[in-house]
């Protein structure tokens, strides 16, 4: 079966930086557009970073430019997201998607993560 794994969360401090894996199974990565999401309770999810099929062209969200980095290993079929500067507020549960479409505007993808927890606390 087709799956997304992610893994990496944790408890971390302000400034602190994490990394984020995403293993797939079931699937060639290659074959995909990757990206990832997160969602803080109350809130909707939202859009944090997306990469293409080759890896040579990233987008980011505004909140997160700058100090997070997306990336991925077609060859160990997984994806990445590097965060560095970590601020309260990119306290969410992360999740990991994948889809062979990409659309600016509104992407919603075919396939999901069960999500990792990142908590910023002192």
């Known amino acids: 079966q087709a799956q997304l794994a992610e893994s990496g969360g944790g408890s971390v401090k302000p400034g602190d930086s994490l990394r984020l894996s995403c293993a797939a199974s079931?699937?060639?990565?290659?074959?995909?557009?990757a990206g990832w999401f997160r969602q803080a309770p109350g809130t909707e999810r939202e859009f944090v970073a997306v990469i293409n099929r080759s890896g040579g062209m990233t987008s980011y969200a505004d909140s997160v430019k700058g100090r997070f980095t997306i990336s991925r290993d077609n060859a160990k079929n997984a994806v990445y997201l590097k965060m560095n500067s970590l601020k309260p507020e990119d306290s969410a549960v992360y999740y990991c998607a994948a889809d062979k479409v990409y659309r600016t505007y509104n992407w919603y993808p075919n396939y999901w993560g069960q999500g990792t927890q990142v908590t910023l606390s002192s």
């Open positions: 079931g699937l060639t990565l290659s074959n995909y557009v």
